[in-house]
């Protein structure tokens, strides 16, 4: 199968008519939809499923999706519109166009209401098959089934994953169902039944014969009774069968509401942590205040510290001036008073040389401007200076203390932006859990009383499959009395014994089969983990008899913990290893699959997905795929590119790259 | 997938799978070829699910030609 062109009309962000070319070659066979969250990659994904099987699920993948929520809102706001999906894909060698839509009109404000959806489905060139006949032929194509294989996100990955590593009695019954279906092994069981079948309607031919013939009466009534007897009995195993299936389907539907109230008991929980980590930081918070206080009120003049503090600088710089001024006052005086002496005494008194007469006016003169100079220079009092320097002293250190306060005060909102985040996320879970009226206690009696049932009802069927062996063994005992008889056709003697011969041996060929398909899937899984993961560690891939994964070490050893990434990349080998095994071809289709991966698993995942010649199409945002640092990645194998450009919150638009 | 071909299919694994219990039925009657062809009826009609009684018909005229076959022998 190869989905060709995808049409969309008033789909998810999706406004009127949109076109997006699909088909690919062997040699290019990659589509990369690129796009940022809330753009409509999801809607993508949900347009083909929902074409394909009229069903979609929420990202939870599990709750049941109504279409109504895909209808393009401006559509509808716009008065009754049409919807739709059609899809064009080529199967076998044929080409189909399958189209899905409905009516759509806003019935009250925000809620879309949907009627008259139909569905056809056109091979090119002839006719449209009759709509009842359309689930069968599309799950001829693609199994509903198994289509998780195929089409998926990474929410539906982590549901699977949970399911692979999950030993719940329901959870090993659906995946070893999914999986052997996508293996094929049902086919055996329909060979043994149609086997079954030929075989019965041989001996009940003889039997007829027989009884025309009036001879062996005593053998003939004797058959008649076991068959009846067999008959009711598979009356019965088909009732319990049902009634096993309609409870398998309860005790899912319990387990995935009690899942929703574990994200409650979560969120129940997240609340507590925070109510304790806001109670806390309300503690922190009022430590920082007292502190504040306490150095407010130790430091009253904080208010004005700078001013003080350039004040205590000044009185500094004001002592330097002083002193250098005091400094030049004294060499002034020093001067004058030599001069002084010289002209009193006409002898240098530095030297005791005699100084000349001439010189006497110079030396006035020389006094004369050092006594201006003199009173020129400032007179600071230094010892008011000092005084008042020293008033200052204590507030030397109000920079810091101010300082410190002004970090105290940055500390304080800070934590106190973190709590009314907390408050407003304690206010988010408070409105999430009131709108939630589940009665957990009354789930999980449920889910306890279907168990029980369940158990019982698997015992009931045990001891009837084991009653209708036994009836089997009777009537093909009877069958062949009956064979033997000389009435009956040597031909259809022989044909009775060949049937039974091939029934027997199908009959015992089933686990020898089934554990040779399971060694093929564990074989490719296992080769594949070791692909794909980056840790060298790890040998391979453990498979249980219901498909229950683990990760073996070097040593041989199971490893029950392992990281998220790890899981995610355990089961994408699963997924893969089983859609290589499968009986069915489809293209890959991977919403956002690298979610939990580092860049050296999501590298191994993008070499290992340019291996393939058939379809795949993944649709990535910016932080899992990088056109630049990744496209290298896929060798040259992509056949097309998009992005997904949002022209407005609902409405998304996608162009060839 | 690369390795989409399938080297090894269900069918030819089943076919195996029968063909190792036969070796071991005492008498068996039912050659490596009927099963073959039985195998691949079931296989080619494997999505055709409610009514069978045609596809019955087809395996019962192979079984049929195959125990004509053992009663020559």
Redesign the interface.
């Given at each position: 199968m190869q989905l060709l062109e995808l049409r969309l009309v008033n789909w998810g962000p999706f406004f009127g008519e949109h076109i997006i070319h699909l088909n690919v070659t062997e040699t290019a066979p990659v589509i990369v939809f690129r796009g940022e969250n809330m753009r409509g990659k999801t809607s993508l994904l949900r347009a083909i499923v929902w074409s394909l099987y009229g069903q979609i699920r929420e990202q939870d993948g599990r709750t049941p999706l109504g279409v109504d929520r895909m209808v393009n809102l401006d559509a509808a706001l716009a008065g009754e519109v049409q919807f739709g999906v059609s899809l064009r894909f080529s199967h076998n060698g044929a080409e189909y166009l399958l189209h899905r839509s409905g009516t759509a009109w806003e019935e009250q404000a925000g809620k879309v209401a949907v009627s008259h959806i139909s569905t056809d489905l056109i091979p090119t060139g002839g006719l449209p098959y009759p709509a009842a006949n359309i689930p069968?032929i599309i799950?001829?194509i693609l199994s509903h089934d198994i289509s998780d294989f195929f089409f998926f996100d990474g929410e539906m990955l982590n549901r699977f994953e949970e399911r692979l590593r999950d030993d719940r009695t329901t959870s090993q019954g659906f995946v070893r169902a999914q999986v052997e279906r996508a293996?094929?092994?049902?086919?055996?069981k329909?060979?043994e039944a149609?086997?079954d079948?030929?075989q019965g309607?041989?001996t009940a031919n003889m039997n007829m014969l027989l009884k025309k013939e009036k001879k062996h009466n005593e053998l003939t009534e004797k058959f008649n009774t076991k068959t009846d007897e067999i008959a009711s009995t598979e009356k019965d195993l088909a009732a319990l069968r049902k009634h096993d299936s309609e409870l398998a389907k309860e005790i899912e539907e319990l387990d995935s509401q009690l899942s929703k109230v574990d994200e409650i008991k979560d969120l129940y929980y997240e609340r507590k942590n925070l109510e304790l980590e806001v109670a806390k930081a309300e503690d922190t918070i009022r430590d920082f205040r007292d502190s504040i206080a306490e150095l407010t009120e130790a430091n009253w003049w904080l208010p004005v510290a700078n001013v003080l503090f350039d004040d205590y600088e000044k009185a500094e710089s004001d002592i330097e001036v002083a002193e250098i001024a005091d400094r030049e006052r004294f060499k002034i005086a020093y001067q004058i008073d030599l001069l002084e002496k010289q002209l009193g005494t006409g002898v240098c008194p530095s030297c005791g040389q005699p100084i000349a007469d001439h010189n006497g006016a110079e030396v006035r003169e020389e006094i004369s401007k050092l006594q201006q100079v003199q009173a020129q220079s400032p007179s600071i009092g230094l010892e008011d200076v000092r005084r008042r320097r020293d008033r200052l002293r204590r507030f030397n250190n109000s920079r810091s203390a101010l300082h410190r306060v002004f970090e105290q005060e940055q500390d304080l909102g800070r934590e106190r932006l973190r709590n009314d985040k907390r408050l407003q996320r304690i206010r988010q879970i408070s409105e999430q859990i009131s709108g939630n009226a589940v009665d957990i206690e009354s789930l999980e009696r449920n889910l306890i009383d279907r168990k029980t049932t369940r158990t019982r009802a698997a015992g009931l069927i045990g001891s009837l499959e084991s009653k209708r062996a036994t009836l089997k063994q009777e009537i093909n005992s009877l069958g062949s009395q009956i064979a033997d008889q000389p009435e009956v056709d040597?031909?259809e003697r022989?044909?009775q014994?060949?049937?039974q011969?091939?029934l027997?041996?199908?009959g015992?060929?089933?686990d020898?089969?089934r554990a040779?398909?399971r060694e093929?899937v564990s074989t490719a899984t296992s080769e594949l983990f070791r692909r794909l993961t980056t840790e060298k560690e790890y040998s391979g891939v453990g498979i249980s008899d219901d498909y229950l994964l683990s990760v073996v070490d070097d040593q041989g050893r199971s490893l029950s913990m392992i990281s998220a990434g790890a899981n995610q990349i355990l089961t994408t080998a699963f997924i893969?290893a089983l859609?290589?095994?499968s009986?069915e071809?489809a293209p890959?289709v991977m919403d956002t699959p690298f979610g939990r991966l580092d860049v050296g698993h999501r590298a191994a995942i993008l070499e290992w997905v340019s291996?393939?010649?058939?379809q795949v199409i993944l649709f990535v945002q910016s932080g899992e795929y990088d056109t630049q640092r990744d496209s290298h990645l896929l060798g040259g194998k992509i056949g097309r590119e998009y992005t997904i450009e949002r022209m407005s919150p609902t409405r998304s638009e996608v162009r060839a790259a | 997938m690369t390795s989409h071909s399938n080297p090894i299919s269900p069918r030819t694994e089943a076919l195996g799978s029968i063909l190792a219990v036969r070796e071991s039925y005492q008498d068996a009657t039912i050659g490596a070829e009927t099963w073959d062809e039985l195998v691949g009826v079931a296989w080619e009609t494997r999505s055709q699910i409610g009514d069978r009684r045609d596809v019955q018909r087809v395996l019962r005229q192979i079984l049929l030609q195959a125990s004509r076959q053992a009663e020559k022998e």
């Amino acid at each position: 199968m190869q989905l060709l062109e995808l049409r969309l009309v008033n789909w998810g962000p999706f406004f009127g008519e949109h076109i997006i070319h699909l088909n690919v070659t062997e040699t290019a066979p990659v589509i990369v939809f690129r796009g940022e969250n809330m753009r409509g990659k999801t809607s993508l994904l949900r347009a083909i499923v929902w074409s394909l099987y009229g069903q979609i699920r929420e990202q939870d993948g599990r709750t049941p999706l109504g279409v109504d929520r895909m209808v393009n809102l401006d559509a509808a706001l716009a008065g009754e519109v049409q919807f739709g999906v059609s899809l064009r894909f080529s199967h076998n060698g044929a080409e189909y166009l399958l189209h899905r839509s409905g009516t759509a009109w806003e019935e009250q404000a925000g809620k879309v209401a949907v009627s008259h959806i139909s569905t056809d489905l056109i091979p090119t060139g002839g006719l449209p098959y009759p709509a009842a006949n359309i689930p069968e032929i599309i799950d001829s194509i693609l199994s509903h089934d198994i289509s998780d294989f195929f089409f998926f996100d990474g929410e539906m990955l982590n549901r699977f994953e949970e399911r692979l590593r999950d030993d719940r009695t329901t959870s090993q019954g659906f995946v070893r169902a999914q999986v052997e279906r996508a293996l094929g092994l049902p086919f055996m069981k329909g060979l043994e039944a149609d086997l079954d079948a030929i075989q019965g309607s041989i001996t009940a031919n003889m039997n007829m014969l027989l009884k025309k013939e009036k001879k062996h009466n005593e053998l003939t009534e004797k058959f008649n009774t076991k068959t009846d007897e067999i008959a009711s009995t598979e009356k019965d195993l088909a009732a319990l069968r049902k009634h096993d299936s309609e409870l398998a389907k309860e005790i899912e539907e319990l387990d995935s509401q009690l899942s929703k109230v574990d994200e409650i008991k979560d969120l129940y929980y997240e609340r507590k942590n925070l109510e304790l980590e806001v109670a806390k930081a309300e503690d922190t918070i009022r430590d920082f205040r007292d502190s504040i206080a306490e150095l407010t009120e130790a430091n009253w003049w904080l208010p004005v510290a700078n001013v003080l503090f350039d004040d205590y600088e000044k009185a500094e710089s004001d002592i330097e001036v002083a002193e250098i001024a005091d400094r030049e006052r004294f060499k002034i005086a020093y001067q004058i008073d030599l001069l002084e002496k010289q002209l009193g005494t006409g002898v240098c008194p530095s030297c005791g040389q005699p100084i000349a007469d001439h010189n006497g006016a110079e030396v006035r003169e020389e006094i004369s401007k050092l006594q201006q100079v003199q009173a020129q220079s400032p007179s600071i009092g230094l010892e008011d200076v000092r005084r008042r320097r020293d008033r200052l002293r204590r507030f030397n250190n109000s920079r810091s203390a101010l300082h410190r306060v002004f970090e105290q005060e940055q500390d304080l909102g800070r934590e106190r932006l973190r709590n009314d985040k907390r408050l407003q996320r304690i206010r988010q879970i408070s409105e999430q859990i009131s709108g939630n009226a589940v009665d957990i206690e009354s789930l999980e009696r449920n889910l306890i009383d279907r168990k029980t049932t369940r158990t019982r009802a698997a015992g009931l069927i045990g001891s009837l499959e084991s009653k209708r062996a036994t009836l089997k063994q009777e009537i093909n005992s009877l069958g062949s009395q009956i064979a033997d008889q000389p009435e009956v056709d040597p031909t259809e003697r022989s044909l009775q014994r060949s049937v039974q011969e091939a029934l027997t041996i199908v009959g015992n060929s089933f686990d020898r089969f089934r554990a040779s398909m399971r060694e093929r899937v564990s074989t490719a899984t296992s080769e594949l983990f070791r692909r794909l993961t980056t840790e060298k560690e790890y040998s391979g891939v453990g498979i249980s008899d219901d498909y229950l994964l683990s990760v073996v070490d070097d040593q041989g050893r199971s490893l029950s913990m392992i990281s998220a990434g790890a899981n995610q990349i355990l089961t994408t080998a699963f997924i893969g290893a089983l859609a290589e095994c499968s009986v069915e071809e489809a293209p890959m289709v991977m919403d956002t699959p690298f979610g939990r991966l580092d860049v050296g698993h999501r590298a191994a995942i993008l070499e290992w997905v340019s291996t393939f010649d058939t379809q795949v199409i993944l649709f990535v945002q910016s932080g899992e795929y990088d056109t630049q640092r990744d496209s290298h990645l896929l060798g040259g194998k992509i056949g097309r590119e998009y992005t997904i450009e949002r022209m407005s919150p609902t409405r998304s638009e996608v162009r060839a790259a | 997938m690369t390795s989409h071909s399938n080297p090894i299919s269900p069918r030819t694994e089943a076919l195996g799978s029968i063909l190792a219990v036969r070796e071991s039925y005492q008498d068996a009657t039912i050659g490596a070829e009927t099963w073959d062809e039985l195998v691949g009826v079931a296989w080619e009609t494997r999505s055709q699910i409610g009514d069978r009684r045609d596809v019955q018909r087809v395996l019962r005229q192979i079984l049929l030609q195959a125990s004509r076959q053992a009663e020559k022998e």
